[in-house]
């Protein structure tokens, strides 16, 4: 064989060796592979046993109880309770000095005392006029007025008599006003000089004393008449009125009724 022959040969077994080693170490290495997992006989894995679950008991129920409300102590046995000795309170006597007291005047004589007071007399009251009382003194609570129809109160005590009857005054003193009242009708009123007026109204327009008139107790005034326009449903009558000190005072009990 010539030299050309040669190295085709050798080409041709070069090129197969090198498949045939490769085929080997494929084949060896899944020998050994194989033993090797033969061999590798893993342990036997066991579940982990579950440790035991204790159920939760279950839930108490706590009810919330409010404290009673204090109730007071009563006793069933009364108890005797005793009045207090009511003792009048007694002040004590002041220690009277009698100090001789003796006035001078600018020359350095004595002044006389002026003299006592002397106590005035009691006030003699008369009846104005003698009577039926048709309506009496109420200011603390109303009345029926049949005249205007309303209730309201009364100042006075309205005295029935027949018209042109003689009306006297109460007591001494001196007039205050004679005047024609729009709501009363002719009024006339007496200042009696210890805290007391009195007022007679609702008669005839001709009078029979002026404003300023000293008058004796039953001094003669005028006469009746019903020229009151809120009292005209009550006829002929005198409305007769007492003030102390300002107020208005039940005129049956200023003349001891």
């Not at 007071?72 to 009511?86: C, F």
């Not at 009364?154 to 007039?175: K, L, N, P, Q």
């Not at 009242?181 to 007679?200: F, L």
Request: charged share 20%; hydrophobic share 40%.
């Amino acid at each position: 064989m010539d030299n050309r022959g040669k190295r085709q040969a050798a080409s041709i077994f070069g090129g197969m060796g090198f498949y045939i080693a490769l085929l080997v170490c494929v084949i060896a290495a899944g020998v050994v592979g194989y033993f090797a997992l033969l061999n590798d006989d893993p342990e036997p894995q066991t579940d982990p046993v579950p440790s035991a679950v204790t159920e939760p008991e279950p839930a108490i129920s706590v009810t919330r109880t409010d404290p009673e409300p204090a109730k007071p102590v009563i006793s069933n046995t009364p108890i005797p309770v005793e009045k207090p000795t009511v003792l009048p309170i007694v002040e004590p006597e002041k220690p009277t000095v009698e100090v001789e007291e003796v006035l001078y005047n600018e020359d350095d004589a004595p002044v006389e005392e002026p003299a006592p007071v002397v106590a005035s007399e009691p006030m003699v009251i008369v009846t104005p006029i003698a009577g039926e009382t048709a309506a009496a003194f109420s200011v603390d609570q109303l009345v029926y007025d049949a005249t205007m129809g309303d209730w309201r109160t009364h100042d006075g005590i309205d005295i029935r008599a027949d018209a042109g009857t003689a009306v006297a005054s109460a007591s001494a003193g001196i007039v205050l006003s004679v005047e024609n009242d729009g709501r009363m009708g002719t009024t006339i009123r007496v200042d009696h000089r210890n805290g007391y007026i009195t007022t007679y109204a609702s008669l005839q327009p001709e009078t029979s004393v002026l404003a300023g008139d000293e008058i004796p107790a039953g001094a003669v005034l005028g006469a009746v008449g019903n020229t009151s326009l809120t009292e005209a449903g009550l006829g002929a009558h005198l409305h007769f009125s007492v003030e102390k000190d300002g107020e208005l005072i039940d005129p049956a009990e200023f003349l001891g009724e």
